[in-house]
T-cell receptor
């Protein structure tokens, strides 16, 4: 049973560019959440997707957007990249939206130069 | 969600029990206590959660005080592979999002 898979594992972009990160949830899970983890900090909640809609959003600008597909996989898009967007981006899946037991992927390490 | 306070770091000898404390004095009646850990270069891993009663699973035990203002995560026989950052999180069941603090860095030493 595959867990949460994320791609790519590493990515290097320059300021102003756009990036798309991908996530496949654990088999049987229907909810995907995205987190940003800066170096030395705990993960910060970006948003949550369920039934192909954004259900909750953290304190992140509109440059951060997402999508969930009918097969429950998800994408995180970041436009107009800033140096401060350099971080580990984590995807987590769960069965249902009100569940605190999340399964995390290993993340995508994004470096913005 | 209630705020949690954890010591920034702790050491534990291999084979001994690791007891990780967490204070959550402002916890509400419908809020659960969750513990996650993050091993270097990996995503966080769920360990255990509880509401009022003590809980035990194959990974750890969770002891919650009667007033629910604090809790302790117990790893009964710590191994080197338990070296990680441990996060204590308090959240209600209907939010679906986790608010991570700085956590406790546990170093298990031979």
């Amino acid at each position: 049973d595959a867990g949460v898979t994320q791609s790519p594992t590493h990515l290097i972009k320059t300021r102003g560019q756009q990036v798309t990160l991908r996530c496949s949830p654990k088999s049987g899970h229907d909810t995907v959440s995205w987190y940003q983890q800066a170096l030395g900090q705990g993960p910060q909640f970006i948003f949550q997707y369920y039934e192909e809609e954004e259900r909750q959003r953290g304190n992140f600008p509109d440059r951060f957007s997402g999508h969930q597909f009918p097969n429950y996989s998800s994408e995180l898009n970041v436009n107009a990249l800033l140096l401060g967007d350099s971080a580990l981006y984590l995807c987590a899946s769960s069965l249902g939206t009100g569940i605190g037991k999340l399964f995390f992927g290993s993340g995508t390490q994004l470096s913005v130069l | 969600d209630a705020k949690t306070t954890q010591p920034p770091s702790m050491d534990c000898a291999e084979g001994r029990a690791a007891n990780l404390p967490c204070n959550h004095s402002t916890i509400s009646g419908n809020e659960y206590v969750y513990w996650y850990r993050q091993i270097h270069s990996q995503g966080p891993q769920y360990i255990i959660h509880g509401l009022k009663n003590n809980e035990t699973n194959e990974m750890a035990s969770l002891i919650i005080t009667e007033d629910r203002k604090s809790s302790t995560l117990i790893l009964p026989h710590a191994t080197l592979r338990d070296t990680a950052v441990y996060y204590c999180i308090v959240t209600s069941s209907n939010t679906g999002k986790l608010i991570f603090g700085q956590g406790t860095t546990l170093q298990v030493k031979p």
